[in-house]
């Protein structure tokens, strides 16, 4: 009887183990610059601390990655050398000093996506119940920075993020638009005898004639967030979720059908807030949305009236919301998005003027567009 041969693996060419050391020697020397870069990044967050400079500049980090980017000569693609140099400033910041930022939780959300997106991962993320948690936890400055949605391709304005802009002193000073992709997830890799289906009610719109047309009798019941959704329907075999690939990781859950939103290029922008002291209003870009909010007495033409100054200036408006007052007395708040930045002299002035027409008005913030 002949004894077994123990098990090999693939057996590896001299050219692939001569290119394999070169990779090695240069992951060593990559390794090696990105400690001596960090290095002086912490004198830089020395200096800032010295100065009283805002440690997290976004406009800064925009400027490297665009100067990285034209210096690229590939093969390496611009997209995923804006994503790795991304990472090495959150990497970087962090020794300076680490971002707290406020997002939707829990983990696997869309909004902890935009707030990676736009922070890097080494922020340390504070997870919130719902976005009035967000608004309270930057407002009070348990963080220095929130992230929440405001608007979908599909369903529309985030209404409760409008309301809370009413009252908070936080403003905007970024946005992130995020590609969503909202995926059935469950304990069992099948759709059968799924009893309830989970999510955020923007998410359950989003995906209500796929639902109606697979999973016509499963209760639809709506959450806190899609990644909530996720933790519950870990628990209970007979529950499915809409959630992203993230939260089915998060929870060790199943992908039973991907993308199955109604509308194919389905995004959602996401405001990233603070307090005026944390960040004052970002330079302009050359590519900038303000967003403004305004009440106008209740009389005949006042709407159309709000209009004029912004044909008058050749100012863009690029949303326009309404949402009601709550007064009783069916008045309105209005939420305007317009293209350039208050710095802009045709910008400001048709501020000025709408202003001057407005009985209520507050500048929401201005901000890069995001790409």
Same mark, same amino acid.
């Given at each position: 009887?002949?004894?077994?041969?123990?098990?090999?693996?693939?057996?590896?060419?001299?050219?692939?183990?001569?290119?394999?050391?070169?990779?090695?020697?240069?992951?060593?020397?990559?390794?090696?610059?990105?400690n001596q870069r960090a290095r002086v990044a912490e004198q830089v967050g020395e200096i800032k601390r010295a100065e009283g400079s805002p440690f997290f500049r976004p406009d800064r980090v925009a400027q490297v990655i665009d100067k990285i980017q034209q210096a690229n000569e590939g093969p390496l693609l611009n997209q995923h050398v804006a994503s790795i140099w991304?990472?090495?400033?959150?990497?970087?910041?962090?020794?300076?000093?680490?971002?707290?930022?406020?997002?939707?939780?829990?983990?696997?959300?869309?909004?902890?996506?935009?707030?990676?997106?736009?922070?890097? +991962?080494? %922020?340390?993320?504070?997870?919130? *119940?719902?976005?009035?948690?967000?608004?309270? !936890?930057? @407002?009070?400055?348990? /963080?220095?920075?929130?992230?929440?949605?405001?608007?979908?391709?599909?369903?529309?304005?985030?209404?409760?993020?409008?309301?809370?802009?009413?009252?908070?002193?936080?403003?905007?000073?970024?946005?992130?638009?995020?590609?969503?992709?909202?995926?059935?997830?469950?304990?069992?890799?099948?759709?059968?005898?799924?009893?309830?289906?989970?999510?955020?009610?923007?998410?359950?719109?989003?995906?209500?004639?796929?639902?109606?047309?697979?999973?016509?009798?499963?209760?639809?019941?709506?959450?806190? +967030?899609? %990644?909530?959704?996720?933790?519950? *329907?870990?628990?209970?075999?007979?529950?499915? !979720?809409? @959630?992203?690939?993230? /939260?089915?990781?998060?929870?060790?859950?199943?992908?039973?059908?991907?993308?199955?939103?109604?509308?194919?290029?389905?995004?959602?922008?996401?405001?990233?807030?603070?307090?005026?002291?944390?960040?004052?209003?970002?330079?302009?870009?050359?590519?900038?949305?303000?967003?403004?909010?305004?009440?106008?007495?209740?009389?005949?033409?006042?709407?159309?009236?709000l209009l004029v100054p912004l044909k008058h200036n050749g100012v863009s408006m690029t949303r326009f919301e309404s949402r009601p007052a709550k007064s009783g007395q069916w008045e309105y708040y209005f939420y305007i998005d317009i293209a350039g930045h208050p710095s802009q002299p045709h910008v400001a002035a048709a501020l000025e003027e709408l202003k001057s027409?407005?009985?209520?008005?507050?500048?929401?913030?201005?901000?890069?567009?995001?790409?």
């Open positions: 009887m002949t004894e077994p041969k123990p098990a090999t693996g693939p057996v590896q060419s001299e050219a692939l183990g001569s290119l394999r050391v070169q990779i090695d020697a240069l992951d060593r020397e990559l390794l090696s610059l990105l991304r990472e090495i400033m959150s990497a970087c910041l962090a020794l300076e000093a680490p971002q707290r930022v406020a997002v939707l939780g829990p983990q696997g959300t869309f909004c902890e996506e935009a707030a990676i997106e736009y922070f890097g +991962s080494a %922020a340390n993320l504070i997870y919130c *119940a719902n976005f009035d948690e967000v608004f309270h !936890a930057t @407002a009070a400055g348990t /963080a220095q920075y929130g992230v929440v949605g405001m608007e979908n391709s599909t369903e529309g304005v985030v209404a409760r993020s409008l309301d809370l802009f009413l009252r908070s002193p936080v403003h905007v000073v970024g946005e992130v638009s995020l590609l969503i992709r909202h995926n059935l997830l469950r304990q069992v890799n099948s759709t059968d005898g799924i009893e309830v289906v989970m999510a955020h009610p923007q998410a359950l719109a989003q995906c209500q004639n796929w639902l109606s047309a697979h999973l016509p009798n499963a209760e639809r019941r709506a959450v806190s +967030s899609n %990644a909530e959704g996720a933790r519950l *329907a870990a628990s209970q075999p007979a529950w499915a !979720a809409l @959630a992203s690939e993230r /939260a089915a990781a998060q929870f060790g859950l199943h992908i039973v059908s991907h993308a199955i939103q109604d509308e194919a290029y389905n995004r959602t922008r996401f405001a990233v807030i603070c307090l005026p002291q944390t960040m004052a209003m970002p330079p302009a870009s050359g590519k900038d949305c303000t967003s403004i909010v305004v009440s106008v007495p209740n009389r005949p033409g006042a709407v159309h009236d027409l407005c009985a209520f008005y507050k500048i929401l913030g201005s901000y890069p567009v995001s790409d």
